[in-house]
């Protein structure tokens, strides 16, 4: 049984101090990892507070592989066997390292066909309830993540996690303007915020625009479960060329639509009607990283045969589990 929660007096003499720093001692037991600060007042007791159990390789696979196919941390728990502090941890450490690895070498792209979206998500709880909600942390209430998927290798090129702003609309483009060194096709959706971004990131000159406007058709359902869990019915769709010379043929959302399918099946923290959903907006953040990662490098795209990062050129095999362990080392 994982080991928790365990606060008690321990001599420090007893134990071998490996490291020092900021006047506190780490100290290395058989069974656990823990944090051991000297009490100043008191030379001869301390308190221990554990950190984190040692996990060995195996299990650090198992976790990493049930988190990225759609297992909540609390399943993962009872799979694994790892405690749920240690999983969380883990998540922390590989997801910050998936975002600076995406950050430094998802770079120097040609794609041709790119569809920016956006999916909506929620921390601790929904908007309405922040008000009344206790103890509600920072980041509480809606977040939206955005993406952009190439057309043809289904990378994700660039993402984004924050709210549906200007301010994010902005940032989110130019982030991806600075991962491309072509000219591109961009497909969005009609919301506002687009244009103004594209222009800003890119320019008049430097890309073809285009938005898929859906004319959707009367609610007929008026307030049932139908109506608050189904799409709206689309009657017709309208392809309006915005920037350059954009290539009808191919203005369309379909495949960042089905992205967003996606990330509703494997992130377990995007399902709808459970409480699965994130309880803070940094963990939100890290497990998007690290699946998004997964996604690029390790996940054979039944659309390209092998993994978006291979067809893209950014690797020249698809990667394991354990290759992505291998960076937090």
């Not at 990225?68 to 390292?97: C, F, H, Q, Y």
């Not at 483009?173 to 959706?189: E, F, P």
């Not at 907006?281 to 990283?289: D, G, P």
């Not at 996604?295 to 045969?305: I, Q």
Request: hydrophobic share 35%; glycine share 6%; proline share 3%.
């Amino acid at each position: 049984m994982p080991v928790r929660n365990i606060k008690r007096k321990y001599s420090p003499f007893n134990s071998f101090v490996t490291r020092y720093y900021e006047r506190r001692y780490i100290v290395r037991c058989s069974v656990l990892s823990v944090v051991f600060k000297k009490n100043l007042d008191c030379q001869h007791s301390a308190s221990i507070i554990v950190k984190y159990e040692s996990v060995s390789h195996e299990q650090a696979k198992a976790v990493v592989s049930a988190l990225v196919e759609g297992v909540s941390i609390n399943a993962t728990v009872r799979m694994t066997g790892v405690s749920k502090p240690t999983i969380l941890k883990l998540l922390r450490d590989l997801g910050s390292t998936c975002s600076a690895y995406h950050d430094k070498h998802v770079r120097g792209l040609k794609p041709e066909r790119v569809q920016p979206g956006e999916i909506w998500s929620f921390t601790y709880c929904k908007a309405k309830n922040v008000a009344t909600a206790t103890n509600a942390p920072e980041g509480a209430g809606d977040c939206w993540t955005w993406t952009a998927i190439d057309s043809d290798s289904k990378l994700i090129i660039s993402y984004r996690v924050g709210l549906r702003t200007q301010d994010d609309a902005d940032l989110f483009m130019l982030d991806l303007a600075g991962r491309i060194v072509s000219r591109i096709q961009l497909a969005s959706d009609a919301l506002g915020t687009y244009l103004p971004a594209v222009e800003n990131a890119f320019g008049l000159s430097d890309v073809d625009y285009a938005q898929l406007h859906k004319v959707f058709g009367p609610d007929r359902a008026g307030k049932s479960a139908e109506r608050k869990y189904s799409p709206g019915k689309v009657n017709g769709t309208k392809k309006v060329a915005l920037i350059g010379l954009p290539d009808r043929k191919h203005v369309s959302t379909s495949h960042v639509k089905r992205h967003n399918l996606t990330i509703r099946m494997q992130m377990r923290r995007f399902s709808r009607l459970t409480n699965a959903h994130s309880k803070k907006l940094e963990n939100h953040a890290y497990s998007i990283s690290l699946f998004f990662m997964y996604y690029n490098y390790c996940r054979v795209h039944s659309a390209v045969g092998t993994s978006p990062a291979m067809a893209s050129g950014l690797a020249d095999h698809v990667w394991s589990i354990e290759e992505m362990l291998e960076l937090l080392d």
